[in-house]
């Protein structure tokens, strides 16, 4: 087993945390992980991206396509778009991406993470 994923977004929106809160699950059930963290030069709102392996055996952590790339900006759109595997997911944060993508070889998923954030009280998202 073999799963590759990359998460981006803008400081603040929980890229990272959510990065390595899936590779403790992933450690706690015995798999391999390797987790390359990317932080913008800015000091607050600049660019975090993470890049995940989650493996039976240790492997590279370099990925060029991913199996699931989570979307949380425009910016980081335009940067992963092209690095989703055919037949792999898109998962796009639709409050703040209004960008169609015109794929059909993979599965978009849009999820108005913002909105749903900001009514269940966090709003930070």
């Known amino acids: 087993m073999k799963n590759e994923l990359i998460f981006s977004g803008v400081g603040g929106q929980g890229i990272m945390l959510i990065g ?7 450690v706690d059930k ?6 390359a963290p990317t ?4 000091k607050r709102g600049g660019r975090t991206s993470c890049q995940i392996v989650i493996s ?3 492997d590279s952590p370099v990925i060029s396509e991913a199996d699931i790339v989570l979307i949380m900006d425009e910016k980081s759109l335009e ?3 092209d690095r989703v595997k ?3 997911y898109l998962i796009i944060n639709s409050s703040m991406i209004d960008t169609e993508l015109t794929r059909d070889d993979i599965n978009i998923i849009k999820v108005p993470i ?3 954030a900001s009514e269940i009280g966090n709003p930070k998202s």
């Open 39 to 42: 932080y913008g030069q800015e």
């Open 56 to 58: 039976d055996s240790v």
């Open 86 to 88: 055919k037949g792999a």
């Open 20 to 26: 390595k809160m899936l590779c403790a699950a992933a």
């Open 114 to 116: 913002n909105d749903i």
């Open 30 to 35: 015995g798999y391999q992980v390797t987790f």
């Open 79 to 81: 940067d992963f778009k």
